[in-house]
Structure formats: structure tokens, C-alpha cells
């Protein structure tokens, strides 16, 4: 392990993440200022400890996977340790263990809260809490790579090791230039839903701060009672679909923009991302469409029109999408749905979203790739001596793929049900526990009874709430980076 050049690169990712904290600063003191000294204290710790660890200077420029692996590691723990600092300086959160809690929740887009009113908060804070989504949506470490390209030779393993899905391919050949298009179509992509939602008759500030839930695919906002404060139609549909179109692989974006639509309308994870989604919100419309004057009404209390389809389509449509893309908003108490509705949806909770976007989940391509696994085995029992290949796209899939997502699979399902064991001890309902699980490991936010859309995770002990961070850091870093740090083999020299 080169530990001088890990803490270097560490150093810069910390120190990054203080001056990030200025954006805050200001809004604060455009709105009174009165949480400006914790913020300002903060940034100044922050900035302080990522220049002292960033003064390290290596004395070697290798950069092997394991050192990329330990990198973002500690890169997001650290990042989510101080960027809790402003909530604790303030008062609003007086536990260290609830701040790491609400800042991890933050950065890996999760959206899960301790804070059972957070409309109590100054406007700073509240716009650092969903500005850490946007900052953790691509990518703490993609944001280094495009602001401080010299970060170190071999890059690419800081973008793997970070990036959600089986791997991560180079647009252009700079893994720099890579992050700077990913952050540019990200961009691009936010200021387009800024403008929409002020078309819909939003304030810049709540406009601005629901933008960065929905692009991060995180689901923090302004009010208790999240999307369904504004009992807008309009801003209902604006924000599923750019909680969509955040869903998908931004690698397809970049094709368009490129001119190759063929390479970006033909990608199969594409089309079975969106045949999942729509096909759920059809289901689920019809399910909860004869109930719907008694168990299925909106957070804000309007209650939906008994039998109306069109009402139970946009329904359906926004927590369909909220859920498989992980972001987490809500329109409607889903914990009063029917068993049908409520099984679909956490079903697409364990789906997730595409690869290479900013959602959480096991991802649609590893498991188009588990069922491709799975029929060429039982072909191999029936035709022992077969020969057979799997293919994505008209191209053959490396067996190393396979068995990564294999891997994957099986880490991912064992860190599930270990936690859910740990946590059960709390003495939470079965449903609360497995799907506050499901929820903080694929980074979706809320989940089912005690943890659902109206409820959140402040009864959990601190010793809970650290298992269910450490969920959040191993879902969306893609399992391996976490569990890598107690392996032994990765510290030897």
C-alpha cells in the first residue's frame, strides 16, 4: 500500500469538500446568517485537516487498485464526517453519531433522516444537506478528478472504484476530460429541471434545492412532507422525470450529444430500465385505482379521487420512479397501499437504477446479466456439452464480468441480511428492519412501517445507525471498497 500517496489524495478530496461548504456560507447569509459561524467553523476544520493530509507528499506516483480503492474509502467516510460538523456546531443535531448519520445519508444519496422536522432548519443548512447530494451523485471523487485533474498518474482506479456498476469505460482517453463531460452533462441536465420547476411556480431556493435531490437521486428537501408540500400536479411530473432521466447511464447522453443515437436508443439495460418502470407504474395504477378514496391519499391530506386512472397513474408514476431510481421523494403514504403495490415496489428497490447514473440498487445491467447466468446454466444441465455465451449489445461478456457481478451478488445479500440480523436487535417490526436495510443499501431513503414515507430513523440506537451508515458507504460505493478496508492482504507493503 503507497500510504503517503493514499493520504495525499485523501487530503484533496477533504479539502474540496470544505470549500464546498462556502456555497452554504453564502446562502446563509442571504437569509439572516444565523447558521454562518457553524458553517464557517466547519469549512474551516475541514479545509484545515484536508491541507495537513494533502501536505503529505508521496514518494512514489504508483497508484495500484487497492491504493484507488482506499482512496474513495476514506474519501467518502471522512467527507461525511465533516460534513456533519455544521449540523452538530449548530445545535439542530446535538450527536455525532445522528450528524454522520444524516451527512452519509447526504453524500451517498440516500435520503434517510433522523430529523423528524427538518423545516426547523436555517435555510444554509437546509441547502448543505441537499447540496451533498448533488455533490455525491456523481461523485465525490469524479468532481476531484474534473476540478484537480494532477491528481495522480493510473486515475482510472479512483473513477472504477467509485462509479456504480459492473465497470466503467472511458468516453475519451483523459480520465480527467471523463469526469469533466460527466459533470457537464450533469450540469446541463440540472439546469434544465432548475428552469422547469420554476416554470411550475416554485421559488429559486426550493427550486434549486428539490433540483439537487432529484439529480443526485437522493430526496432531501425543504419540508417534512417532502414533494407533496406543493400539491402541484406539474412539479409531480416535472420531478419524476428528471427522476428518470437521472436513472439512466449518463454514457447515453453522451452518445446523443455525439450524434450516435443507434449506440444510445439500442442499449438494453436502457430499454429494460424503462420497460421495469413503466410497466410497474402501469400495475401499481391499476392496483391502487378502487382504493384509493380509503387507503391511498397524498402526504399533504388531499385525498385522491375514488376510481380516477389518471389520478393513480401520476400517483404511481412518481413513486415508482422515485424508488427505482433510490431517490426517495414522495407524493403518497405507500405504507397504505395494497400488498401488491407495496411488493413491486420493494422488489425495484433491490433493481435500482442503470449503471453509470446517479442511482443506488444492484442495477438493471448486472441483473439482466444474473438472469442471462441463470438460463445459460440450466441450458449447460439440459446440454451438458453446449457451448454457450452470453452477449449484451451483440457483444460476447467477459467471464471476469460474470463473476464479478456474481460476486457482487452474493457480498451484496450477505452485507443485506448480516445488518438486518444486527439491527433486529432494536426491536423494531421484521418489515421495518429488512426494508430500512433495503432501503439504506441501495441508497433509496425511506422503506416500510417505521421507517416509511412519513416516518424516519431517529428511534434507531447509535450503534444501528452506524450499521445502517455503514450500509449506505458499501451501496453506493458498489460493495468492495468498504469491504476491501478489512482485508488484511491490502495493507501489506
Known amino acids: 500500500m503507497n500510504k503517503r500517496l493514499t493520504f495525499h489524495l485523501i487530503g484533496n478530496v477533504v479539502r474540496l469538500a470544505g470549500a464546498l461548504m462556502l456555497l452554504p456560507l453564502l446562502v446563509s447569509l442571504i437569509y439572516g446568517g444565523s447558521d454562518a459561524l457553524p458553517l464557517l467553523e466547519s469549512m474551516a476544520i475541514t479545509v484545515a485537516v484536508g491541507s495537513a493530509l494533502a501536505f503529505i507528499r508521496p514518494r512514489r506516483e504508483t497508484l495500484r487498485a487497492r491504493e484507488g480503492f482506499a482512496v474513495v474509502a476514506f474519501s467518502w467516510i471522512l467527507v461525511s464526517f465533516f460534513g456533519g460538523l455544521p449540523f452538530y456546531f449548530s445545535g439542530y443535531i446535538p450527536s455525532l453519531v445522528d450528524c454522520f448519520f444524516e451527512t452519509v445519508s447526504g453524500f451517498t444519496t440516500t435520503g434517510a433522516t433522523i430529523i423528524p422536522n427538518v423545516e426547523l432548519l436555517p435555510k444554509g443548512l437546509l441547502f448543505w444537506r441537499s447540496f451533498t447530494h448533488w455533490a455525491g451523485g456523481m461523485g465525490v471523487?469524479?468532481?476531484?478528478?474534473?476540478?484537480?485533474?494532477?491528481?495522480?498518474?493510473?486515475?482510472?482506479?479512483?473513477?472504477?472504484?467509485?462509479?456504480?456498476?459492473?465497470?466503467?469505460?472511458?468516453?475519451?482517453?483523459?480520465?480527467?476530460?471523463?469526469?469533466?463531460?460527466?459533470?457537464?452533462?450533469?450540469?446541463?441536465?440540472?439546469?434544465?429541471?432548475?428552469?422547469?420547476?420554476?416554470?411550475?411556480?416554485?421559488?429559486?431556493?426550493?427550486?434549486?434545492?428539490?433540483?439537487?435531490?432529484?439529480?443526485?437521486?437522493?430526496?432531501?428537501?425543504?419540508?417534512?412532507?417532502?414533494?407533496?408540500?406543493?400539491?402541484?400536479?406539474?412539479?409531480?411530473?416535472?420531478?419524476?422525470?428528471?427522476?428518470?432521466?437521472?436513472?439512466?447511464?449518463?454514457?447515453?447522453?453522451?452518445?446523443?450529444?455525439?450524434?450516435?443515437?443507434?449506440?444510445?436508443?439500442?442499449?438494453?439495460?436502457?430499454?429494460?430500465?424503462?420497460?421495469?418502470?413503466?410497466?410497474?407504474?402501469?400495475?401499481?395504477?391499476?392496483?391502487?385505482?378502487?382504493?384509493?378514496?380509503?387507503?391511498?391519499?397524498?402526504?399533504?391530506?388531499?385525498?385522491?379521487?375514488?376510481?380516477?386512472?389518471?389520478?393513480?397513474?401520476?400517483?404511481?408514476?412518481?413513486?415508482?420512479?422515485?424508488?427505482?431510481?433510490?431517490?426517495?421523494?414522495?407524493?403518497?403514504?405507500?405504507?397504505?397501499?395494497?400488498?401488491?403495490?407495496?411488493?413491486?415496489?420493494?422488489?425495484?428497490?433491490?433493481?435500482?437504477?442503470?449503471?453509470?447514473?446517479?442511482?443506488?440498487?444492484?442495477?438493471?445491467?448486472?441483473?439482466?446479466?444474473?438472469?442471462?447466468?441463470?438460463?445459460?446454466?440450466?441450458?449447460?444441465?439440459?446440454?451438458?456439452?453446449?457451448?454457450?455465451?452470453?452477449?449484451?449489445?451483440?457483444?460476447?461478456?467477459?467471464?471476469?464480468?460474470?463473476?464479478?457481478?456474481?460476486?457482487?451478488?452474493?457480498?451484496y445479500m450477505i452485507v443485506l441480511f448480516a445488518s438486518a440480523i444486527i439491527i433486529a436487535k432494536d426491536g423494531f417490526s421484521f418489515e421495518t428492519n429488512f426494508t430500512a436495510v433495503v432501503a439504506t443499501l441501495s441508497n433509496i431513503g425511506p422503506g416500510l412501517g417505521m421507517v416509511g414515507p412519513t416516518g424516519n430513523f431517529a428511534a434507531y440506537s447509535d450503534a444501528s445507525k452506524l450499521i445502517l451508515s455503514l450500509c449506505m458507504l458499501i451501496g453506493r460505493l458498489e460493495v468492495f471498497p468498504i469491504l476491501m478496508l478489512f482485508a488484511p492482504s491490502a495493507w501489506r507493503q
Open 141 to 411: 471523487l469524479v468532481l476531484s478528478l474534473a476540478l484537480i485533474p494532477k491528481m495522480g498518474a493510473r486515475s482510472i482506479h479512483l473513477m472504477r472504484a467509485e462509479s456504480p456498476g459492473p465497470s466503467t469505460d472511458k468516453l475519451v482517453p483523459r480520465v480527467a476530460n471523463n469526469a469533466k463531460i460527466l459533470y457537464e452533462i450533469y450540469g446541463g441536465l440540472s439546469v434544465i429541471m432548475v428552469i422547469a420547476l420554476l416554470l411550475c411556480g416554485l421559488n429559486p431556493y426550493d427550486a434549486l434545492v428539490h433540483m439537487f435531490g432529484a439529480a443526485g437521486t437522493g430526496g432531501f428537501g425543504t419540508y417534512a412532507n417532502s414533494i407533496a408540500h406543493f400539491n402541484s400536479a406539474a412539479v409531480d411530473i416535472v420531478t419524476a422525470i428528471f427522476m428518470a432521466l437521472f436513472g439512466v447511464n449518463f454514457s447515453l447522453y453522451y452518445f446523443v450529444i455525439r450524434g450516435n443515437w443507434k449506440a444510445a436508443l439500442g442499449n438494453s439495460e436502457m430499454k429494460l430500465y424503462w420497460a421495469i418502470m413503466l410497466g410497474t407504474t402501469l400495475i401499481i395504477a391499476i392496483d391502487i385505482m378502487p382504493t384509493a378514496a380509503q387507503n391511498f391519499y397524498s402526504i399533504s391530506g388531499v385525498p385522491a379521487p375514488p376510481g380516477n386512472f389518471f389520478t393513480a397513474l401520476r400517483y404511481s408514476f412518481f413513486q415508482v420512479s422515485s424508488v427505482m431510481t433510490t431517490t426517495g421523494y414522495a407524493t403518497a403514504d405507500f405504507n397504505l397501499w395494497p400488498q401488491l403495490s407495496r411488493g413491486l415496489l420493494v422488489a425495484i428497490m433491490f433493481i435500482g437504477a442503470s449503471a453509470g447514473s446517479t442511482g443506488g440498487g444492484i442495477k438493471v445491467i448486472r441483473v439482466q446479466l444474473l438472469v442471462k447466468s441463470m438460463i445459460r446454466d440450466i441450458r449447460r444441465t439440459v446440454h451438458p456439452k453446449s457451448v454457450n455465451t452470453i452477449k449484451l449489445d451483440g457483444h460476447t461478456v467477459d467471464e471476469n464480468i460474470l463473476s464479478g457481478v456474481q460476486g457482487f451478488f452474493f457480498a
